[in-house]
């Protein structure tokens, strides 16, 4: 049985490993035939960019062992669709010098060690090509060049070392951002010349520098630099034989790209490449089928499928490898938000804290299993997240969290209908909204509200909770659950009172009990009722305070020992409630 590749993003490492691939390398001729000599993917996060650009990397580069000899590659690609591809194909295989460089190692907290984290890794890649220093082909200002970056950390780290003028510092460092911004062209241009091929560059994550920058206040700075790098790279760089970006994003508005000749954009709205990036449900149940698991195929449908990247309907593949992975030896065990763990919610997070009346109800509507029509564009910019009602819905569309089910044109403009795509999508929904919630709970004076209940003035609870509620999504109005943790989240931490919930009380449980610290006060108890219909909640709110009664829940708390009890009863309908004291 084939391993299951947790984490790995390495074509090589799956294979040498012995690992379960879904045989994706039909990209490869794809690439060659219908992409441009810059082709730019834009895909939601853990939906195998990584890995695509490893297996474009392995098919593509000429390496050599440390001996000097030619790695054959061949094996690598056995019983692969690519290798039953025309001759054309295949003659491209082990051909090519590759620059790889990963740009998500840029998540810092300022642009001075985003920079550096980026140059660390430029180098790297120059350490990778560290045979060119012994080039007979090479000229000597060549190799001098070349030594100069592969050796650039020490010699920038040194050059700066001791200034302790922040001018001249940033300085410094702006003549550093200067110099790197060329390296990927310089790089690529030694090694046409040592190997007589033009170079092949890959990039990846290259949108993470960016969103990181926008969080954290240096936005301008950091697509200043990623722009100059790709400029130099990809738009005047005669070595180059065709490049591959890959992201999330299309951010164009700054000009990153601008100018880039037979550049090509492959987003989830594009009809060609969308087979390559998730499973197809084909490959879902195959994988599944593989594993024994074929009977979990409407499960893993429910929570997650429901991705349209082109025509293409397709499964996350992260989430559908973990799923297999915790299923193999605990079939009966629960789905769970695999993706939710490894994404950033930043784009949910910044939607909600900013939602105004009409964002909420079309959150509700969302969560509730309906659709949203929004005005639709594929060029993006994080500076302008707000700047129109629309963007964040965009973002919400590109990143995967929201799905088409529709488009349509009106003039100029083009516009789609959009739903969440599955139940793990859904998740992060519910629970980034139930934390802004509940940071608006944290934030609200409860005092009124503790006092209240201490001196069981049933009229003050009542304004107290409805106010409140009036803040949150109406899609937790419904829920009990929701209610529960409401009261209880306001009843912890008044004064000399321990609040537990459905502890065992006479013949049942109450929701919620409020145990005294002090002998002389007495306990107090709340029942919780919730109904669908405004009209419905006296007769709730009688249900709450009898089976109070009929249960015996004060006398049980008597028998503990305690004094006294005063018992609530709390009935909720929406965004209203109403609150009534045993007599």
Known sequence: MLKIGIGYENYKRIIDDGCYFVDKTLLIKDVIGKGGMVTLFTRPRRFGKTLALSML??????????????????????????????????????????IMLSLKSAKKQDF??????????????????????????LSSEDIEIFTRFYRGKTLWNKKRMGITDKAEYQ????????????????????????????????IDEYDVPLETAYYNGFYEEMSDFIR?????????????????????????????????????????RSTEFGEYFGFTPEENLEMLDYYGLREKNDIVRKWY????????????????????????????????????????????????????ETAKEELDLLINGGTVEKRIHDDITYNDIHAEPDNLWNFLF???????????????????????????????????????????VKQTDQ??????????????????????????????????????????????????????????AGDGRPDIILYPERPKDPAMIFELKVRKKFNEMESGLKEALAQIKEKKYAEGILEDGYIGAVSFGVCFCKKSCIVGLLG
């Open 57 to 98: 990397r392995t098919f593509f580069e000429l390496e050599y062992d440390r001996n000097g000899n030619v790695i054959e590659k061949k094996h690598y690609f056995e019983g692969k669709k690519i290798v039953k591809c025309e001759e054309e194909i295949l003659s491209k295989m082990g051909q090519y010098p590759v």
């Open 398 to 440: 590109f990143t995967g969290y929201l799905r088409k089910v529709s488009e349509k044109s009106s003039g100029r403009d083009i516009y789609m209908t959009m739903r969440i795509p599955n139940e793990e999508v859904a998740s992060i929904y519910d629970h980034q909204i139930r934390l802004w919630f509940e940071d608006v």
């Open 228 to 268: 100059s790098l790709f400029e130099a790279a990809l738009k005047t760089n005669d070595a180059l034989e065709r490049a591959v970006v890959t992201g999330c994003l299309r951010i164009s508005k700054e000009s990153i790209f601008t100018g880039l000749n037979n550049f090509t954009v492959n987003s989830v």
């Open 447 to 504: 005092s009124a509200f503790r006092q209240a209940v201490l001196d069981r003035d049933t009229q003050t609870m009542e304004n107290y909770l409805t106010d409140l509620m009036e803040k949150s999504i109406s899609t937790f109005d419904c829920s009990e659950s929701f209610y529960h943790g409401l009261l209880l989240s306001l009843l912890h931490g008044i004064p000399r009172y321990t609040t537990r919930s459905n502890r065992e």
């Open 171 to 202: 300085d410094a460092l702006t003549e550093e951002c200067g110099v790197f911004s060329n390296s990927l062209k310089i790089l690529s241009r030694l090694l046409e010349k040592h190997h007589g091929k033009k170079t092949i560059i890959l």
């Open 305 to 356: 499928d429901g991705y349209l990247f082109g025509e293409n309907e397709v499964y996350n593949p992260w989430s559908v490898t973990h799923y297999i992975y915790d299923h193999i030896n605990a079939p009966d065990r629960l789905a769970e938000p695999y993706w939710s763990n490894t994404s950033s919610n930043s784009i949910i997070k910044d939607m909600v804290n900013n939602a105004d």
């Open 112 to 137: 001075n060690n985003s920079f550096l984290a980026l140059r660390d890794n430029i180098i790297d890649e120059f350490d990778r090509h560290s045979y060119l220093m012994d080039s007979t082909i």
